[in-house]
DNA sequence: ATTATCTATAGATCTATAGATAATGC
DNA sequence: ATTATCTATAGATCTATAGATAATGC
């Protein structure tokens, strides 16, 4: 993104936009295109073919997982640091998790359910590494780590844990009157330690 | 499946094939024909639709999972009768997980690895439901939640982990170097309690 | 008679290239 | 001069329908 033209950037917007109101299948040149009152040809002259402007979108989706993710890391270590006993299930405000893995399954599942077509692009399908921006993928995994204490099996387990569920959510798999937020919190507590 | 006749099941084994052969997105109408050695108009003899041919290799997907997990399920009831003491760490034999969640997790994953690209069509979309048997659904997800005593947060929590495990397992998310085992480990051994 | 197949074809798409034209920046 | 756009078009696909033909089962 960052080494984009400012047309380039306008059209990785555009593009993004398009798979967030339609789904990944919806990003095509030629919808594309008519979204940016262009003709699809004229957009090969921005981006060498369709993967290219995918890959894009994925690396912004990627990167924005990685600053919500950052986040609330941070509103964490503010709220922990103003809590003098610490974080027990007795600290938890309305809107304030009880632990930093709580808090980042809650920005996890908010982030992706803010733009769940986004989400799935940039997970369904093996990551263009190729593409991406050096340490982007590696910079979104850092909080999951960070709170597992580099306990990279248990980090993993975490990942997984919150893209099923997200997964799943997504596409409608769980009942509809399903408690969500109870089954975010049974795991999340138990994969807690 | 059961009410389709001698050839409509044919043919669904034939999509199944070629969705296991190339993925989801290969099982076109016209591939389906050439696999069977007919022309693809034949098909709307037996099937009004791709979806209706979708559908069936769906409800296949799913019903191999239950009986997966249903038969690991049967595996551990003889061996854990077979064992004087339970189920401890010490219990656990080469092929023989310690607790029940472990054995239905190592079915679960060896399912879904043994077919990859049917599971991603029996799981990475809407389910057709309005074109499954009657109570298949409920059937693949009853050896979990058994699993779990019918804590049905609990049950979705271990849900979501195994499919996020498999999900990114499949799509090369996961380091080449990676340690799946132990992650896998990790997760169902916080998840058990 | 019914069933399975075929040919022919309509009607939509898609990605991507070639080469012309207009607009912008020296 | 360079850049962004356009038109025209090649070359692949896809799904699905209509109507003809061959084979099978009474």
New interface residues.
């Given amino acids: 993104m960052s080494r984009l033209t400012p047309r380039g950037r306008e059209i990785v917007l555009a593009a993004r936009a398009l798979v967030e109101e339609s789904g990944p299948a919806a990003l095509t040149m030629r919808a594309l295109a008519d979204h940016l009152g262009i003709k699809a040809p004229s957009l090969y002259k921005h981006f060498p073919d369709k993967a290219a402007v995918e890959a894009e979108v994925i690396a912004l989706g990627l990167l924005e997982t990685a600053e919500a993710l950052e986040a609330a890391e941070e509103r964490f270590a503010r709220s922990a640091s103003s809590a003098p006993f610490g974080s027990g299930p007795t600290g938890a405000a309305a809107d304030e998790p009880g632990t930093l893995l709580a808090a980042l399954a809650r920005a996890y599942r908010a982030d992706a359910l803010a733009h769940p077509h986004v989400y799935?692009l940039a997970?369904?399908?093996?990551?263009p590494r190729h593409a991406l921006p050096e340490g982007l993928e590696a910079r979104a995994a850092m909080p999951l780590m960070r709170a597992c204490d580099f306990?990279?099996?248990?980090a993993?387990?975490v990942?997984?844990?919150?893209?099923?569920?997200v997964?799943?959510e997504i596409?409608?798999?769980?009942p509809d009157d399903?408690?969500?937020a109870?089954?975010?919190?049974?795991?999340v507590r138990?994969?807690?330690?």
Same sequence: chains 1, 2.
């Fill in positions: 799935l997970t369904e399908r093996p990551l306990d990279v099996d248990r993993r387990a990942w997984a844990f919150a893209h099923g569920m997964s799943l596409h409608g798999r769980f399903a408690d969500l109870a089954a975010w919190r049974a795991g138990t994969l807690e330690r």
